[in-house]
């Protein structure tokens, strides 16, 4: 194709929790029927409506992809990842048939219908497609070096940060950018200089392929998608969080102990984290609502389960910046061990409007799922019968 540039060119080029949540799919609900919705949050600047014709040449190229044994071997090295899930990679191939794209006035409206593991990984290559594409309509070079003065800036909040940490519990941060990213070129080169001018700070990133490249840890554990699913997996609708979480302690024993706490709410999830799941897990990550508020509920959690919480790790995650996360850790860091993943801000602050961009579970097995969170705007369900349902269970109140 004269002209094609793909965007997607390696199946590692995701983020680790896909890998950790399809190994678990498969291992326990492998006949899983999933469908995915693609959402907008913000107004585009462009419409992305007239991104429709790359984007099906993008996704038939994407579906040529196949994992390479260098791939392969790499995955195959990561203690939690079992030797018959690699098996199934070798043999896997994203279908086409699978994903349909339609414009619907300015807006693009993206499915993906079929088995879960054969959609689940959809999410993250379609939304760095979008974003990619979208931001090729800029000046690439003015972008660029805006990006590369403003990481030099958050450099530089990191050099003064170095007079303050605590050895006890240092800060550390992670890169959770591969769904909005600029590029992926630029991406690519601004983990690459975290690595070599960030250290201790920096350490990891949640997307496979340059955490292979860059001989760093991959870092990720699970997303709401695994959570949801659980609410059509045969258990009543009342035990489905401590259905996936016994599912996930049984999967991986020890590893990948950090839970997500905010798909019916976290008064909701601290309600099913008794003290055998404190035990059993290393932590806990933050995605929505304030997290102060988040940070000390947990914490009086922890306490009320006498539970030593300064052993235990808070993980924030939702629209962090660098100030925000040396913000938080200033305030928690005295009590009890964190961890920031830091997205957008790292590989999408090249001066442009970045666009909040989603792909969530809409369905399993023909059942309406939902993700109801702890700030407006960022539950997703298309369903409001099962919504109301959902929500006088767990006795919260959907935003």
């Not at 070798?90 to 006035?105: D, K, M, P, V």
């Not at 350490?203 to 870092?219: D, F, H, K």
């Amino acid at each position: 194709m004269s002209g094609f540039v793909p965007v997607i060119e390696s199946l590692l080029d995701t983020d680790l929790y896909k890998f950790t949540m399809m190994q678990e799919i498969l291992h326990h609900q492998p006949e899983t029927q999933a469908a995915y919705a693609f959402k907008c949050r913000n107004t585009p600047e462009r419409p992305l409506a007239a991104l429709q014709a790359e984007l099906e040449t993008q996704l038939d190229h994407l579906c040529s992809l196949r994992f390479s044994e260098a791939e392969l071997a790499y995955l195959a090295k990561l203690r939690f990842i079992k030797s018959d899930f690699v098996d199934f990679l070798r043999l896997f191939q994203l279908q086409r048939r699978f994903i349909t794209i339609t414009a619907q006035g300015e807006d693009l409206d993206i499915r993906v219908v079929g088995p879960m593991l054969h959609c689940m990984l959809f999410e993250i290559y379609v939304l760095s497609i979008v974003n990619e594409i979208y931001f090729r309509q800029v000046p690439q070079a003015s972008a660029l070096a805006i990006g590369r003065e403003r990481l030099k800036a958050k450099l530089n909040e990191l050099n003064a940060l170095s007079q303050q940490a605590m050895p006890t519990n240092p800060f550390v941060f992670f890169d959770f950018g591969t769904r909005r990213r600029f590029s992926k070129v630029w991406h690519a080169e601004m983990v690459g200089i975290l690595v070599k001018q960030a250290a201790p700070y920096f350490r990891g990133t949640s997307n496979v392929l340059l955490a292979m490249q860059y001989g760093v840890t991959p870092i990720g554990t699970m997303a709401h998608e695994y959570m949801q699913a659980f609410q059509c997996f045969g258990s009543r609708l009342r035990d489905f969080q401590t259905n996936a979480l016994e599912h996930w302690v049984r999967e991986y024993r020890g590893d990948l102990g950090i839970a997500l706490t905010d798909v019916v709410g976290t008064d909701a999830f601290l309600r099913d984290f008794d003290l055998y799941f404190c035990k059993l897990f290393d932590g806990l990550r933050h995605d929505s609502g304030d997290p102060y508020e988040w940070g000390e509920k947990v914490i009086a959690h922890y306490i009320k389960m006498n539970i030593d919480y300064g052993t235990k790790q808070l993980v924030f995650s939702d629209g962090l910046t660098l100030a925000k996360s040396i913000a938080l850790y200033r305030h928690f860091a005295p009590r009890t061990r964190t961890g920031f993943g830091i997205g957008t801000h790292l590989s999408n602050d090249c001066g442009q409007v970045p666009l909040q961009i989603v792909m969530k579970l809409v369905s399993c097995n023909g059942q309406p799922v939902a993700k109801v969170s702890d700030t407006e705007g960022k539950g997703m369900c298309e369903d409001e019968n099962f919504l109301n349902y959902l929500c006088d269970v767990f006795k919260i109140t959907h935003r």
